[in-house]
């Protein structure tokens, strides 16, 4: 039997409070009723919720790119609101699992391969942000390990006005599955 793993893309305080340091803003809040109701099935289906989450050191030199952000054990890299409160309720069920991340990709130096391929996962969904990074290279590191891939066209969002385009080019390029 198959089984789907949904995965919660950087939903952090950083990335989704209003004062968030690298906030996609208000498009990034007004997804997460959207995450908890799809989370909330993917669990009722016997289905595995991944929290995958930036995960970066005072000095990263990713900070060379962007302002500092998500960094280890800080508020901003707290998961946000109701969705924070979500995992907090449910992250000791046995198919819900936080991952912290290097890059944009979560499979990039990560055992998120290994531990869905050791559940028998072969479709990966998609939700959070960034629709035309974090959730686009993830969508790639997925199809390039062979899963099948699904984007939640409105359980995604971005800071950038790239958001459709970028549902178009993993639809595209990856085959992903829009929905």
């Known amino acids: 039997m198959s089984r789907k793993a949904l995965l919660i893309i950087d939903m952090s305080n950083d990335f989704v409070a209003e004062n968030g340091r690298l906030t996609a803003g208000k498009v990034a809040r007004d997804i997460v009723p959207y995450i908890i109701e799809t989370a909330d099935s993917f669990l009722e289906q016997g289905d595995l919720v991944i ?11 990713h900070f060379e790119l962007w302002p500092p952000h998500n960094i280890k ?18 992250k000791n069920h046995q198919r819900v699992t936080f991952l912290p991340k ?19 996962v072969d479709e990966v969904h998609l939700t959070g942000v ?50």
């Not at 290097?102 to 028998?120: H, I, M, Q, V, W």
């Not at 891939?149 to 829009?178: C, N, P, R, S, W």
Request: glycine share 8%; hydrophobic share 35%; net charge negative.
């Open 51 to 61: 929290f995958c989450m930036d995960a970066h050191e005072e000095n990263d030199r």
């Open 73 to 90: 054990g800080t508020w901003g890299q707290e998961i946000y609101g109701d969705l924070g409160e979500w995992y907090r309720k449910n």
């Open 102 to 120: 290097p890059e944009y990709d979560a499979f990039f130096n990560t055992d998120l391969e290994s531990r869905l391929k050791a559940e028998g």
């Open 130 to 179: 960034c629709t035309d990074i974090c959730d686009f290279l993830t969508a790639y590191g997925a199809y390039a390990r062979g899963f099948k891939t699904v984007a939640h066209k409105k359980g995604t969002a971005t800071f950038t006005d790239h958001h459709e385009l970028f549902l178009t080019q993993m639809e595209q390029i990856f085959k992903t599955k829009i929905v």
